[in-house]
């Protein structure tokens, strides 16, 4: 082999090197878990298509009453990287959706002498209300864009969460007290199987190789009513997602 062959081929090399290494620099952190947690403002739509007086009384009746609260998800999730900016996330999260309703004064029959005079008594509890949250397990099926590899990375996420509901929470607070009952309302024709759609826009940071730090607001939404019924109740819910990835 002569020199120019040598040097031909020396080039190629370093050619074929400078051309590989972007590739190799991203693909080696194509595939990372990471664990998450959300602190969520939710609540729900409620509509219905009914006719009845009745049923438009209680939609009213509903919107009045019952406010929305703060929830909660927490979860793991596996990213595998299908380009040099796009991610596609799955995982396991276990979600609580819901809201409450506002304090209620209680009235007692006891209260009411013959003459239908009212005289309240003071050892009898005077206030109520009740935090209804519904559980559910999600499996995100997520597409995340980032706009660099940088230490500091935008990026913008869009998905589905399919989800199986799990069990009801219902808190009864009545003045100071509260008692928490778990039900499962799959008996009275709620939904097990949900439907929920996902945005959200964050960031990631890089401290170093193997470690990414991440935040992103993110909005959910329930395509699927949580009760098959006249009244139509969607759960949605807003909040902000922090967590911690492993590049693996």
Known sequence: ???????????????????FTPFWGWSQFNRSIDVMGS????????????????????VDKRNEKELPKL?????????????????????????????TTKKTDLIYGSEFDEFGNYTPDPSLPRKSHFVYNYWFAEIP???RFELNQKKFAPFVEAGILPSVYLTSRVRTVV?????????????????????SGNVA????????????????PSLRYHFTSLVDAPIKEHLYSFGLELGLRKKI
């Open 175 to 195: 003045d100071d007290e509260s008692s928490t009952n778990f039900i499962d309302e799959t008996d009275i024709g709620y939904n097990r199987l949900h439907l």
């Open 71 to 99: 929830n909660w998800r927490i979860g793991v999730n596996f990213n595998q990287r299908l380009s040099n900016k796009f991610v596609l996330k799955t995982g396991l999260h276990l979600a609580n959706d819901g809201y």
């Open 1 to 19: 082999m002569n020199h120019n062959s040598t040097l031909l081929m020396t080039r190629a090399l370093i050619l074929a090197f400078i051309s």
């Open 201 to 216: 826009i964050g960031v990631n940071y890089s401290p170093n190789e193997n470690i990414q730090l991440f935040g992103q």
């Open 39 to 58: 602190l969520d403002y939710g609540y729900r739509t409620i509509s219905t298509d009914a006719e009845e007086a009745i049923t438009k009384l209680i």
């Open 141 to 143: 099926l997520v597409g």
